[in-house]
């Protein structure tokens, strides 16, 4: 990878980085906000737990966008952190957070699907 392709990456991250700052920020008041009302109550406990869901979603995004600028840092950017090859291009364009390649990706979905999460050895280099 170029020089200016890893910058532009890194802008992107950066860019996205902020942005997810912001929105952890914002949606940590909403999620412990109560209602005396009861009625109220059960609908904000529905928006509460998706509050929740959502600022998980985003809070693992960050903790992935912010590995990732690391790894821009180390120069090890770019490269899938279970099976060590080049991630590729078309996939950094999308998700530029990207630790894993395509293929590992999709082992690791499935074994979270299965609810045994990412198994643990490939996230030695990832935290
Ligand atoms: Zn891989």
Redesign the pocket.
């Known amino acids: 990878m170029t020089k200016s392709e890893l910058n532009k990456f890194k802008n992107s991250l950066e860019t996205k980085q902020a942005e997810l700052v912001q929105f952890v920020r914002n949606r940590e008041g909403i999620a412990i906000e109560k209602s005396p009302d009861a009625l109220d109550e059960v609908q904000h406990a529905a928006e509460r737990e998706l509050a929740i869901r959502n600022l998980d979603r985003e809070s693992n995004l960050l903790k992935n966008t912010r590995a990732a600028l690391r790894r821009i840092e180390e120069g090890s950017f770019g490269v ?6 080049d991630i590729t291009p078309k996939r950094l364009a999308a998700v530029p957070w990207a630790a ?2 395509i ?3 999709e082992i690791a979905d499935r074994s979270q699907r299965d609810g045994d999460g990412i198994p643990d050895e490939w996230l030695v280099n990832a935290a």
Do not use: I, K, R, V
């Not at 899938?80 to 090859?85: A, F, I, S, V, Y």
């Open positions: 899938c952190l279970h099976c060590e090859e894993f390649c293929q590992c990706q």
